[in-house]
């Protein structure tokens, strides 16, 4: 739900027609990114799709709010640039979008120090905050010279591969805790959403592990593969806000044929050999082919009546098993504002500031929106400037008035920003936000995952997951092949 000013539900569900009975080729379950992908190839492809979603709106965690007058972002607000999987499906699908970079200053860290917060660039040369020269300069300034001091011999110490430690105890024991606890938890929090503790880098990192284990060195694999580019700085975005994505998707999905119903909840999903069936507030649907594009939450309770077995279900990162805990679905809190204080047209913190889980902070990460993109700056009046925070603890107390906010951006930029500057507010929370379900391979006849909670967080993810999905179940409808044999491809 999304709050502005503190007051007022964005989303209403409003009356509701109830849903056609007549059946469908596909029925996509929830029109976030990954259900409108699926449904836009397949009814390009000419199948009969019905999309439905709870919400008042399609986008799903791709929200737009409006800040000051201005559209800006309530969920992603970018995507990651390793892949092309955003560019493709653009220009794929002829959507009318601009991609655009950030402005190339670059986020900071906020670390805790004995003396309270030091505020400095991210480093360029590290992966996952695992510095490839820890007496580089912009090294020195987070860790300190006598943190960089313990870190240098690292290369000299045997490295013993036999069983994994977590990712903190690898860095903690090898570099010193200056470099486990100021870089590498802080962005393993920020980027994963987990402490470094609970992750393993070979699982978040496989390459930069493969690296570890044949050099025997966190340093010297660093060293390899460290791009120069600072963490972070891998992403693009949308002139106008990524929320414009599912909105023209969903729009070339409907031009191609798609049906798509929003301010419909499905609750439940019930199979036959032949047909699976939908039930919804609004009636019920059947379909030959039935896709779950719904948060990983809301896929679990949905999946919950069927006989799928925990035994063959696969890490919703996108991982193989292990004996890795499965990570609880999680939410996201956020508060955006705008402030009017000249202090921030120095913009101290570049783009934003990804903050130490030792400061006594409510906030997790800063992003500055004005100072990141040019289209935020172009659309926002003169004097004002927009940013973004997002909560340590989802269920974040601390983090809703304007006093948070000014507190809050005082400390993390260092600019004395009082509640009276803080001229709007929009408070958001996602509650089925972060992947951490199991999917099933042995799913239900006919019945299939798309988004999140099959292919991990992230649209770099979601779009090649959902697109390749789309492709199997079109050559299976296309042959008519029973909904069981798609199966033999797991999700993944
Ligand atoms: C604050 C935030 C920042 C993020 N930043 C980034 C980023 O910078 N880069 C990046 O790549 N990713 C980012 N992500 C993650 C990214 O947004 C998601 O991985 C992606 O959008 C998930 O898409 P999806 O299609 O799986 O599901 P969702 O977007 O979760 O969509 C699910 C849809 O299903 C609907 N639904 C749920 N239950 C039902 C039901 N019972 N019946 C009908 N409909 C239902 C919902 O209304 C929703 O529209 C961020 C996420 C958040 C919350």
Redesign the pocket.
């Known amino acids: 739900m999304a709050r502005h000013g503190g007051v007022g539900a964005v989303i209403a569900s409003g009356d509701v027609a109830p849903v056609s009975a007549v059946g469908a080729d596909v029925i996509v379950?929830?029109?976030?990114?990954?259900?409108?992908v699926v449904a836009h190839d397949l009814a390009r492809a000419g199948r009969d799709v019905v999309v439905?979603?709870?919400?008042a709106e399609?986008?799903?965690?791709?929200r737009r709010g409006t800040l000051a007058g201005v559209d800006i972002d309530?969920?992603?607000?970018?995507?990651?640039t390793r892949t092309d999987a955003v560019a493709a499906l653009v220009a794929d699908a002829e959507l009318p979008l601009e991609l655009v970079a950030p402005r190339p200053q670059g986020a900071w860290l906020a670390v805790a120090t004995d003396d309270g917060v030091r505020r400095a660039r991210l480093p360029r040369r590290t992966v996952l905050g695992i510095p490839a020269d820890p007496e580089a300069d912009d090294v020195v300034a987070i860790i300190g010279a006598d943190g960089a001091a313990r870190a240098r011999d690292e290369r000299r110490v045997p490295l013993t591969a036999d069983a994994e430690p977590s990712l903190y105890d690898l860095v903690a024991e090898r570099l010193g805790e200056r470099v486990a606890d100021r870089l590498v938890d802080t962005l393993c929090r920020s980027v994963y959403s987990r402490p470094a503790a609970d992750a393993r880098l070979s699982q978040l990192h496989p390459g930069m592990w493969r690296e570890v284990v044949s050099r025997g060195s966190l340093l010297e694999a660093a060293d390899a593969i460290a791009t120069g580019q600072r963490a972070g700085a891998a992403?693009g975005g949308i002139a106008g806000g990524m929320w414009r994505l599912p909105a023209a998707l969903a729009e070339a999905a409907e031009a191609h044929g798609a049906k798509i119903r929003t301010g419909?909840?499905?609750?439940a999903v019930r199979s036959d050999a032949a047909t699976v069936t939908v039930e919804?507030t609004s009636g019920s649907l059947s379909a030959r082919q039935v896709v779950i594009?719904?948060?990983p939450k809301?896929v679990a309770r949905?999946l919950a009546g069927h006989d799928v077995s925990a035994r063959s279900a696969r890490s919703a990162t996108g991982g193989e098993r292990s004996d890795e805990p499965a990570q609880t679905p999680a939410g996201?809190y956020?508060v955006a504002a705008a402030i009017a204080h000249p202090g921030l047209a120095a913009e101290p913190i570049g783009s934003g500031v990804i903050v130490d889980a030792a400061l006594p902070t409510a906030a997790k990460a800063l992003t500055h929106i004005t100072a990141k993109w040019d289209w935020a700056r172009a659309a926002t009046p003169d004097g004002i400037h927009l940013v973004r925070l997002?909560a340590r603890d989802a269920a974040a107390g601390g983090l809703s008035t304007a006093a948070d906010v000014a507190r809050e951006v005082s400390i993390l930029t260092g600019i004395d920003v009082a509640a009276a500057d803080v001229v709007d507010l929009v408070v958001?929370e996602?509650t089925?936000?972060v992947?951490g379900a199991r999917v099933p391979d042995d799913l239900p006849a006919g019945v299939h995952v798309?988004?999140?909670?099959a292919?991990g967080?992230?649209?770099?993810?979601?779009i090649p997951h959902?697109r390749d999905l789309a492709g199997r179940l079109d050559r299976a409808l296309a042959a008519s092949l029973p909904s069981s044999s798609l199966h033999t491809h797991p999700v993944s």
């Open positions: 379950v929830g029109a976030g990114v990954g259900g409108l439905i979603d709870a919400a399609v986008g799903g965690l791709l309530l969920g992603a607000e970018s995507f990651a992403v419909v909840a499905v609750h919804t594009a719904t948060g809301e949905l996201v956020l997002s958001q996602w089925d936000a992947a798309a988004g999140a909670a292919a967080t992230g649209l770099a993810s979601v959902a």
